[in-house]
């Protein structure tokens, strides 16, 4: 991607944030693979504009009530952090830092809030699937940016 920018997208890694013990867990939110393929074809301003939503959204999930993830508090404050400077990142790359947001994306991320977080009660399971699709959505996240 031929970006001026001096902001340089590094993804964590699964072991950076919780260990490598992703389990089999499934949310019963389809992850939004057709939302990411649109947004792979789309101009680099769409596809930064996209990743930058992403981010967002993962923020505000992490911003409810964590206190059942078995991570500790300072590992999600470094986690909201990296987010956020992410995003900060990604919109200091765009020319036009208001981008459309992706309806589909923002209906997955409430999903995942009431079908995941609120039906099981904020529980550990609950915040196990959480992570590790936030795992994904910086893995394909980062895919988007570098290519």
Not at 86 to 101: A, E, H, P, Q, Y
Request: one cysteine or more; a positive charge; proline letters at 3%.
């Amino acid at each position: 991607m031929a970006l001026k920018c001096l902001w340089i997208f590094i993804p964590p890694t699964s072991k950076s944030w919780g260990g490598n013990n992703v389990n089999d867990l499934e949310t019963p939110v389809a992850f939004p693979g057709d939302a990411y393929k649109r947004a792979a074809n789309s101009s680099v301003h769409v596809r930064l504009g996209f990743v930058a939503q992403v981010m967002q959204e993962l923020a505000v999930l992490f911003g409810e009530d964590h206190a059942s993830l078995r991570l500790g508090e300072k590992e999600v404050d470094d986690f909201l952090n990296m987010i956020h400077q992410m995003k900060d990142g990604l919109l200091s790359c765009m020319k036009n830092k208001k981008s459309r947001w992706n309806k589909k994306l923002y209906r997955y991320f409430k999903r995942l809030s009431s079908d995941v977080l609120e039906q099981k009660k904020n529980s550990a399971e609950a915040w196990e699937m959480i992570r590790r699709e936030a795992i994904m959505h910086i893995f394909h996240a980062s895919l988007l940016i570098t290519t």
